[in-house]
């Protein structure tokens, strides 16, 4: 998308968080050259000239880390504005006014029921007209996995008003901690979903494109099949028993501290016997 | 870590309310290696062109130092192995991701 209308497609980044306090999920801009090349990433600016920000309080940090924007004609006025997701799972916009620039202060988007929001967290806004009816919609992944749109049912003209989101893929089952997992046990995305919708293959329909987060997990070197589960299963044991006591030592800062040290003990033995691969991959649905 | 290069997308055809039937999913290929992202995961896929041949490639945004990967688009729904999107000569890191 072309955010500063100069010609050159540019790259727009949420974030997680700036290292200063107090957090914000600051916007970026890698904005595209003449050469087709980018420039470094630059921090989205109002015109204010102050960093855009989701306003939040210390209470309400969710509302503001974790961002992910799009950037769409959400008001229909010929100017593109920024439709923004957070950890929270929220929805909000900030107004376009030509050129890249935008105001510094942001809406919520509202249902008649209140905030709109998606099932889990990090919202994942993806401005599309889903049900092809010549409004602009909105698809979002969760944290919970799963992609769903919340239908735009506004008249022709009339500013977007949003329908609860409802569900357009299910998320897979949870897959049970601890157990291995490999490549080719995955039969779709897990959690932590992003989605992208484009036409993929010029059939006229929209298809998804959906990133996840998963951790892949093998048994570790040497170890037989009843050697895994047998050290699985002890460790499970004493992982509950120790949990227990740390529950039960409410008050007690010293056995608190003495149990939490338990625990991250046994997550490191946990490391001897079971190996962890942090990764994501991404998934295409193509609709029929 | 989201990248984004953002578009509406307005598809013509009849209006189908929303209800959507899908095949089933397939993980998509970089070369003839499975799309990944490094850990802690997180992966954010993007499809544009960003080469200027006017096919869209797929760029992939990761927690990981927000760095994004592009795989050129080959035609017949083929991407090539990817290699990390640069910025002024050095790897695009968008920050505060890590």
């Not at chain 1, 010549?134 to 239908?151: C, N, T």
């Not at chain 1, 049970?176 to 979903?193: H, N």
């Not at chain 1, 059939?203 to 040497?222: A, E, F, Q, R, Y």
Request: hydrophobic share 35%; charged share 25%.
């Amino acid at each position: 998308m072309d955010i500063d209308a100069d010609g050159h497609n540019d790259i727009l980044s949420g974030s997680y968080s700036r290292m200063s306090q107090p957090m914000a999920g600051l916007f970026q801009v890698l904005s595209g050259k003449p050469d087709g090349t980018f420039s470094q990433a630059a921090v989205l600016e109002g015109t204010d000239h102050e960093p855009l920000i989701i306003p939040a309080t210390e209470e309400t940090i969710i509302e503001n880390i974790c961002t992910r924007p799009s950037a769409v004609d959400w008001d229909q006025d010929g100017d593109l504005d920024l439709v923004v997701g957070n950890f929270a799972g929220s929805f909000y916009t900030f107004s376009g006014e030509g050129q890249g620039r935008f105001s510094p202060k942001s809406e919520q988007i509202m249902t008649d029921d209140g905030p709109l929001k998606i099932q889990g967290h990090h919202s994942d806004p993806f401005p599309v007209d889903w049900d092809q009816d010549g409004d602009i919609d909105l698809v979002s992944g969760s944290s919970e996995g799963g992609v769903q749109w919340a239908e735009n049912s506004a008249s022709s003209g009339e500013a977007p008003a949003l329908k609860p989101f409802r569900e357009l893929i299910a998320a897979d089952p949870r897959i049970s901690y601890g157990k291995p997992l490999g490549e080719d046990d995955l039969t779709g995305p897990t959690g932590s979903t992003r989605v992208w919708v484009d036409d993929v293959n010029a059939d006229g329909k929209p298809d998804l494109l959906v990133g996840d987060s998963v951790t892949l997990t093998t048994m570790g070197d040497g170890l037989s099949k009843e050697e895994f589960e047998q050290k699985q299963a002890q460790w499970e044991k004493d992982l509950a028993k120790t949990s227990e006591e740390y529950n039960a030592a409410a008050g007690d800062q010293e056995k608190l501290q003495e149990y939490s040290a338990k625990i991250q003990k046994l997550y490191a033995q946990r490391a001897e016997f079971i190996k962890e691969d942090r990764t994501g991959f991404v998934w295409l649905y193509l609709q029929k | 870590m989201k990248v984004l290069l953002s578009s509406l997308v307005l598809f013509g055809g009849a209006a189908a309310c929303g209800a959507a039937e899908f095949q089933r999913p397939v993980r998509l290929l970089g070369g003839d290696q499975p799309v990944r992202v490094e850990s802690p995961g997180y992966a954010a896929p993007c499809l544009a062109d960003v080469d200027g041949d006017g096919a869209k490639d797929l760029l992939v945004g990761q927690f990981n130092q927000g760095k994004i990967m592009v795989y050129k688009n080959l035609g017949d729904g083929k991407f090539a192995a990817g290699s990390w999107l640069e910025a002024e000569g050095a790897v695009a890191e968008v920050p505060g991701v890590w």
